[in-house]
């Protein structure tokens, strides 16, 4: 029997949505890739069905589910949330089995960091591209999604998908403008430091004074820790609202001389941005 590949510069001349969704039955890996980037840029929503399976699919390659996720974000669909979300969770479960599975194996014959570093990195590209994704879907549920994903990260690339999650609830949240501090504010209460401390940095973008109340409230919390109370004083600062001085000058009086020195300078960038002398910060 000859061997049939599916022309996917034509299939996507044509726009036959159809038919490149049957291309990702091919069996060349390269092949599907191309069916699933030609989806992407068509931007046709009949295909998000089609592309949440193989992104769930634990049979796909994962530079295949890479692909996957991109195209998922260039459609730009709340229905993609979900299987990138579950897409996030299968990566990490498959990284920890694949890595146990290489260090007991019998013919194990590279050092132990070896398997480690190079099934975390194929792991990591794939959810950095799940995190690149949710950022161009946007909206709240995506930023909720990328939040927990931030506060949920383990394993040998942490610190590097956390760089990427971050990017991209920056990326998300400029979307979205002001209407995003509300939720920053809640995330504020978020189980992980490391997403309150974004949280925290997040609400210095925008300059919303409504944020003051909350960011203050962290810095006050004698039991966070001292990174986000430290990210909350340098986004009162940010903000640059004259009701913060009286509080902050407060806090320069905090026994945390870190976090006092932090109280202080943000009082003086903001009489510095309002012009406001030192008796007149509580009128």
Same mark, same amino acid.
């Given at each position: 029997?000859?061997?049939?590949? @599916?022309?996917?510069? *034509?299939?996507?001349?044509? #726009? ?13 890996? #390269? ?6 980037? !030609? +989806?992407?840029?068509?931007? $046709? @929503? ?23 996720? $991109? ?11 979900? @299987? ?12 920890? =089995?694949?890595?146990?599975?290489? +260090? ?5 014959? /590279? ?5 480690? $570093? ?5 792991? /990591? ?5 799940? !995190?690149? !994704? ?25 610190? *590097? ?31 992980? =430091?490391? &997403? ?23 810095? /006050? ?5 001292? !990174? ?25 009086? +905090?026994?945390?001389?870190?976090? &006092? ?21 509580? &009128?």
């Amino acid at each position: 029997m000859p061997f049939w590949k @599916p022309n996917i510069a *034509g299939l996507k001349a044509k #726009r036959d949505v159809a038919g490149l969704v049957r291309a990702l039955r091919a069996k060349e890996p #390269r092949t599907r890739a191309e069916a699933i980037r !030609a +989806l992407g840029e068509l931007r $046709n @929503p009949a295909a998000l069905g089609a592309l949440g399976e193989v992104l769930l699919d634990p049979q796909s390659e994962v530079a295949v589910q890479i692909e996957a996720a $991109n195209a998922l974000g260039r459609l730009g669909d709340d229905a993609a949330i979900e @299987p990138l979300v579950g897409a996030t969770a299968l990566s990490r479960a498959r990284e920890r =089995a694949r890595i146990d599975d290489a +260090l007991h194996s019998p013919e194990r014959r /590279y050092r132990e960091g070896f398997y480690i $570093n190079r099934i975390s990195a194929e792991e /990591y590209e794939l959810r950095c591209a799940i !995190a690149a !994704a949710l950022a161009q879907i946007g909206g709240e549920r995506a930023v909720r999604a990328l939040f927990e994903s931030l506060g949920s990260e383990q394993g040998a690339m942490e610190s *590097g998908v956390k760089r990427a999650v971050k990017s991209a609830i920056a990326d998300a949240c400029a979307k979205m403008g002001v209407s995003s501090v509300p939720l920053l504010c809640e995330c504020l209460k978020a189980h992980s =430091a490391d &997403a309150r401390q974004w949280a925290a940095h997040c609400l210095g973008e925008f300059g919303d004074a409504s944020a003051i109340g909350a960011l203050l409230g962290a810095v /006050y919390d004698e039991r966070e820790e001292f !990174a986000v109370r430290q990210s909350a004083l340098i986004s009162l600062g940010r903000i640059g609202d004259a009701r913060a001085i009286s509080p902050l000058e407060d806090l320069t009086q +905090l026994e945390h001389r870190g976090l &006092a020195r932090e109280a202080q300078q943000a009082a003086m960038a903001i009489r510095m941005r309002t012009r406001v002398a030192p008796h007149d910060a509580g &009128a």
